[in-house]
């Protein structure tokens, strides 16, 4: 496989955690998404990737992009260990908090939305996060464990952690967020979250490494 990604894109993070958790290894290629203006617009990228996003994943004579559904794919083709549960209940929690978190926070405060905030990115940014932890906390109370549905690490902590990483990045107080952060503290000692974080990346700048 080779996994096309940018060291801190929260959506390349997600699939380096389920490429380790499930123990495949593969060939990265690094696409800046802020040298030479965005390597991700390159005619080359674009014939890979029309949506010009990172992740993008070749993997058994097909190319993938949007990391839930490479993990997906990750899911049924390697199911051990397993990322959604079995019982149908705890499998539409996980599902219900990666779509939270994919869907209703991360895309608002994503490098190509901030660029047209011009000087308010910041605070656009923090007001995107907080409205979605706000709902996110309360979910936790009624889904967590260890992790966030239950004890067993699923696709919904795949997703909190780079979205916690995003959080800090950008300043959001934590404080209103126990649950939250108690899970991505757990998460954080585990190795697959450990070997594919950003500071630990091939194109990791060195004054942002571990």
């Not at 934590?174 to 954080?188: D, E, F, W």
């Amino acid at each position: 496989p080779i996994l096309y990604s940018y060291f801190r894109s929260s959506c390349s993070w997600r699939v380096r955690i389920a490429l380790a958790l499930k123990g495949i290894s593969y060939d990265l290629v690094p696409v800046n998404l802020i040298k030479d203006g965005g390597q991700q617009f390159s005619a080359e990228f674009k014939a890979l990737n029309p949506m010009q996003q990172v992740p993008a994943l070749q993997i058994d004579g097909i190319t993938l992009s949007q990391s839930l559904a490479i993990i997906n794919y990750l899911e049924e083709t390697h199911p051990n260990p397993r990322l959604l549960p079995q019982d149908p209940k705890k499998r539409a929690q996980v599902r219900m908090i990666a779509d939270h978190i994919a869907s209703g926070i991360q895309p608002l405060q994503n490098l190509s939305v901030l660029k047209q905030m011009g000087e308010k990115k910041m605070e656009w940014a923090q007001n995107c996060i907080t409205s979605g932890f706000q709902a996110l906390e309360h979910i936790l109370q009624h889904t967590a464990g260890r992790y966030c549905v239950g004890d067993e690490v699923s696709m919904a902590d795949l997703c909190l952690v780079p979205q916690v990483a995003n959080a800090e990045r950008f300043k959001v107080d934590m404080t209103p967020y126990p649950i939250i952060t108690r899970i991505n503290k757990a998460l954080l000692e585990l190795e697959a979250f450990k070997i594919s974080h950003p500071s630990r990346q091939p194109d990791t700048p060195a004054e942002l490494r571990a």
